[in-house]
């Protein structure tokens, strides 16, 4: 039997026994088994944010839900690699790029936060919905760098490629240990976010290039390899240590 078969009888003994039409959002998860797994968010503006998040959430208009946010995130992301694209023939591109990933944070973000504020949670609709659209949105940013220009497209498909493995791992990992690593080390969404902005500054005022060793590069050829470096290397390691965690329960 389907989920969806499951709500309806639920939902009809439950109206039957008095109540109203539908089964409260908790009640109608815990009838299904389904339990969200804890948030792990370590990252640096980790604590801040959330005060943020709250405080931007109880002053909502009532007619915004989370699927708003949601839209308004991903819009937000789209138009980052758009204006990435912008930049290859005008550096005022840089400078929309930063507006957009503020529009992308405020909507990403809050979303979630706007559902657990009103008790609107739809745990497994919201987690799989906001992972397809940050995998969405890696690829739009992504391929917006590598034709801005300002970056080798080579040095940027890595990055996606390097995303997308560290995001494959963190889903496993929530499947298989009930536990959603939201960061890593201190670097989560936000602070990526934080990190390109200053980055798409330096260039606006400074220009492309960067002295390094000697020699001279382009500023997001080098940021780009220092992520690659810095997400491969989170993903071995997180990798490795779950690994370790899962052969101890599960030993032959």
């Known amino acids: ?102 529009v992308n944070w405020f909507g990403d973000s809050l979303d979630g936060t706007l559902a657990r504020h009103r008790d609107q949670q739809r745990p497994r609709y919201g987690f799989y919905v906001d992972h397809v659209l940050d995998s969405l949105g890696s690829l739009f940013l992504c391929v917006g760098l590598a034709f801005s220009g300002y970056m080798h497209p080579l040095i940027a498909m890595a990055m996606l490629v ?34 390109l902005a200053i980055g798409n500054l330096a260039l606006f005022l400074r220009g492309p290039r960067a002295h390094l060793g000697g020699g001279v590069y382009r500023l997001f050829d080098i940021g780009g390899v220092c992520a690659v470096i810095g997400m491969g290397l989170m993903f071995a390691i997180a990798a490795i240590r779950h690994t370790v965690t899962l052969y101890r329960q599960e030993p032959l």
């Open 1 to 102: 039997m389907s989920a969806d078969q499951k709500l309806v009888i639920i939902d009809e003994a439950y109206s039957d026994l008095g109540g109203a039409p539908m089964l409260p959002p908790e009640a109608r998860r815990n009838a299904l088994g389904f339990k969200s797994a804890p948030r792990v968010q370590g990252n640096f503006v980790a604590a801040v944010e959330r005060k943020t998040l709250l405080w931007l959430a109880e002053r909502m208009p009532a007619w915004m839900n989370s699927d708003h946010l949601t839209a308004l995130g991903a819009a937000g992301q789209f138009l980052v690699g758009c204006s990435y694209l912008l930049a290859q023939w005008s550096r005022w591109g840089l400078l929309l790029a930063i507006f957009f990933l503020a």
């Open 162 to 195: 390097a995303f997308l493995m560290l995001s494959v791992e963190t889903y496993l990992a929530t499947y298989t240990l009930s536990k959603f690593q939201m960061s890593h080390w201190i670097f989560g969404p936000t602070e990526i976010r934080i990190i």
